[in-house]
T-cell receptor, first 113, second 114 residues
Framework: NAGVTQTPKFRILKIGQSMTLQCTQDMNHNYMYWYRQDPGMGLKLIYYSVGAGITDKGEVPNGYNVSRSTTEDFPLRLELAAPSQTSVYFC????????????FGPGTRLTVT | QKEVEQDPGPLSVPEGAIVSLNCTYSNSAFQYFMWYRQYSRKGPELLMYTYSSGNKEDGRFTAQVDKSSKYISLFIRDSQPSDSATYLCAMSWGSSGSARQLTFGSGTQLTVLP
């Protein structure tokens, strides 16, 4: 099992550009999450999904969009990138009664200049 | 006031020392308490998971929850250089079987010197 994989590992965007961060899990988990981690700030939940076709906002959803067409994939879309979106983005997944045991991907480091 | 407060450190200890990491929280609805370990430039991984008050031990690691004081701790015995990482506390509430919105502390950076 590869677990949770994320692409790309690094990206530099110019202000106003758009991009999609990819996330795939091969554990057949029904729950998936997107977090951002800023230095000294812990992880903040952006969006989460409880299954294919169902998504919901987390704590910091503004400037992002998600979709979940399959169990395995949960892409995160940035429209009109802003410097405030410079961060490390982590995707995670979990299942059933062990919703807290979230398995994280390696992260995508994004810089917006 | 943040929902979860965690001393960011950095904390540096000699090999073999006992390490104590702590978090306080303000939301009394939290029922589930976790410690995640994050190595540099990696994603967090779950280390310890506890429900309600009390202690839980796993090898060299002990997690302690005091809900009356809204205080949780992680103790590492016989610390090793391989324990050098950032430790994040996390908390959640909700019914079992639901997707959990975790609230994380800011993390404590630990270095264990050989």
């Amino acid at each position: 099992n590869a677990g949770v994989t994320q692409t790309p590992k690094f990206r530099i965007l110019k202000i106003g550009q758009s991009m999609t961060l990819q996330c795939t899990q091969d554990m057949n988990h029904n729950y998936m999450y997107w977090y951002r981690q800023d230095p000294g700030m812990g992880l903040k939940l952006i969006y989460y999904s409880v299954g294919a076709g169902i998504t919901d906002k987390g704590e910091v959803p503004n400037g992002y969009n998600v979709s979940r067409s399959t169990t395995e994939d949960f892409p995160l879309r940035l429209e009109l990138a802003a410097p405030s979106q410079t961060s490390v983005y982590f995707c995670a997944s979990s299942y059933g009664v062990r919703g807290d045991e979230q398995y994280f991907g390696p992260g995508t480091r994004l810089t917006v200049t | 006031q943040k929902e979860v407060e965690q001393d960011p450190g950095p904390l540096s200890v000699p090999e073999g020392a006992i390490v104590s990491l702590n978090c306080t929280y303000s939301n009394s609805a939290f029922q589930y308490f976790m410690w995640y370990r994050q190595y540099s430039r990696k994603g967090p991984e779950l280390l310890m998971y506890t429900y309600s008050s009390g202690n839980k031990e796993d090898g060299r690691f002990t997690a302690q929850v005091d809900k009356s004081s809204k205080y949780i701790s992680l103790f590492i015995r016989d610390s090793q250089p391989s324990d050098s990482a950032t430790y994040l506390c996390a908390m959640s509430w909700g019914s079992s079987g639901s997707a959990r919105q975790l609230t994380f502390g800011s993390g404590t950076q630990l270095t264990v010197l050989p």
